[in-house]
């Protein structure tokens, strides 16, 4: 009878523990429920983490990431791919700690803040973010009177890939801003700037993709920083359309129109309409595409 009443009250306190334990993560924790009768890819493995009612994520990374509840804040920290869906009022953050690539493939996303929609915080690794064939995703920094964030803000480099739709708008500062970006594949990248820049960096490559840009002032900007480095703009192909803006595309050291190195000739198509002032501004502007297509207000012209 010792031994029974000592064993249950063993159980008992275990039991007690666990709940504790329990209560304290789901509060800045991710919920750790899994889905095991669905995918959010099929043709990808990983375990389906329900991080939230209306969001979820996929990798075969373990203990890649946290969620804070409260805060609404997704938190990346430790490298691999990961696949988002779903809805979130929040921000995603990845860990200054990073030296490693991230990739975030978007899977049908909606996220909505007044802070960056991602925040990539590592001066050492890059991360690339993903739109999923055949899915709309939407990135929107809202209004603020305090605020002056980037939907998309980086410490270092950023590539934008995939075959969906990725359309980010701002309502603070400029749409997308790092260190590099670069746009490959076929995503098509939607960006309204309702206050600055759509693309601000010191280095931009737009290697494939169909882009259109809206921005109160620079389409695309890309300036030398404090090294006093960089300010390139550098096409090899896509669609690019930018209209409605103040420069369509500005660039501290050159703008150049190339073709690929390594690949076949893609072809550029540059589709520019109402410019409130210059269409291309920078000390040096060269045409070496021999598949370059530009249209200036409707006007098939020359660079």
Same mark, same amino acid.
């Given at each position: 009878?010792?031994?029974? =009443?000592?064993?249950?009250?063993?159980?008992?306190?275990?039991?007690?523990?666990?709940?504790?334990?329990?209560?304290?993560?789901? !509060?800045?924790?991710?919920?750790?429920?899994?889905?095991?009768?669905? *995918?959010?890819?099929?043709?990808?493995?990983?375990?389906?983490?329900?991080?939230?009612?209306?969001?979820?994520?996929?990798?075969?990374?373990q203990n890649?990431?946290?969620?804070?509840q409260?805060?609404g804040?997704?938190?990346?920290?430790?490298? =691999?791919?990961?696949?988002?869906? /779903?809805?979130?009022?929040? !921000?995603?953050?990845? *860990?200054?700690?990073?030296?490693?690539?991230?990739?975030?493939?978007?899977?049908?996303?909606?996220?909505?803040?007044?802070?960056? +929609?991602?925040?990539?915080?590592?001066? !050492?690794?890059?991360?690339?973010?993903?739109?999923?064939?055949?899915?709309e995703?939407?990135?929107?920094?809202?209004?603020?009177?305090?605020?002056?964030?980037?939907?998309?803000?980086?410490?270092?480099?950023?590539?934008?890939?995939?075959?969906?739709?990725?359309?980010?708008?701002?309502?603070q500062? @400029?749409?997308?801003?790092?260190?590099?970006?670069?746009v490959?594949?076929?995503?098509?990248?939607?960006?309204?700037?309702?206050?600055?820049? /759509?693309? @601000?960096?010191?280095?931009?490559?737009?290697?494939?993709?169909?882009?259109d840009?809206?921005?109160?002032?620079?389409?695309?900007?890309?300036?030398v920083?404090?090294?006093?480095?960089? /300010?390139?703009?550098?096409?090899?192909?896509?669609?690019?359309?930018? @209209?409605?803006?103040?420069?369509?595309?500005?660039? +501290?050291?050159?703008?150049?129109?190339?073709?690929?190195? #390594?690949?076949?000739?893609?072809?550029?198509?540059?589709?520019?309409?109402?410019? !409130?002032?210059?269409?291309?501004?920078?000390?040096?502007?060269?045409?070496?595409?021999? +598949?370059?297509?530009?249209?200036?207000? #409707?006007t098939?012209?020359?660079?």
């Amino acid at each position: 009878m010792k031994k029974k =009443g000592l064993l249950g009250i063993l159980g008992i306190f275990a039991l007690g523990l666990l709940a504790s334990c329990g209560g304290a993560n789901t !509060s800045t924790t991710m919920n750790t429920t899994t889905k095991t009768t669905e *995918s959010l890819d099929p043709e990808i493995d990983g375990i389906v983490y329900k991080v939230s009612d209306t969001l979820e994520v996929q990798t075969l990374v373990q203990n890649g990431f946290t969620f804070d509840q409260a805060k609404g804040l997704l938190s990346f920290n430790t490298p =691999g791919e990961y696949i988002i869906k /779903g809805v979130l009022n929040g !921000s995603i953050e990845c *860990s200054a700690t990073l030296v490693e690539k991230v990739t975030l493939v978007l899977n049908g996303v909606t996220i909505t803040s007044n802070k960056p +929609a991602i925040s990539w915080l590592s001066e !050492s690794s890059k991360v690339e973010v993903k739109a999923k064939k055949d899915t709309e995703n939407y990135l929107i920094t809202t209004d603020s009177t305090t605020l002056a964030n980037s939907t998309i803000q980086s410490n270092n480099n950023i590539e934008f890939g995939g075959k969906g739709s990725l359309s980010i708008i701002n309502n603070q500062k @400029h749409a997308v801003s790092a260190s590099e970006i670069v746009v490959k594949n076929e995503i098509a990248l939607n960006i309204t700037a309702n206050v600055k820049d /759509g693309l @601000h960096a010191k280095a931009i490559t737009i290697e494939n993709g169909n882009i259109d840009i809206t921005a109160v002032m620079d389409a695309m900007e890309a300036e030398v920083n404090s090294k006093g480095t960089k /300010g390139t703009i550098f096409i090899t192909g896509g669609t690019i359309k930018i @209209h409605d803006s103040k420069i369509a595309i500005k660039a +501290a050291t050159s703008i150049s129109f190339e073709n690929p190195v #390594d690949t076949d000739v893609i072809g550029i198509l540059l589709k520019v309409n109402n410019i !409130s002032d210059k269409v291309l501004q920078s000390v040096s502007i060269t045409n070496k595409s021999t +598949a370059l297509t530009y249209y200036l207000n #409707d006007t098939l012209t020359n660079i």
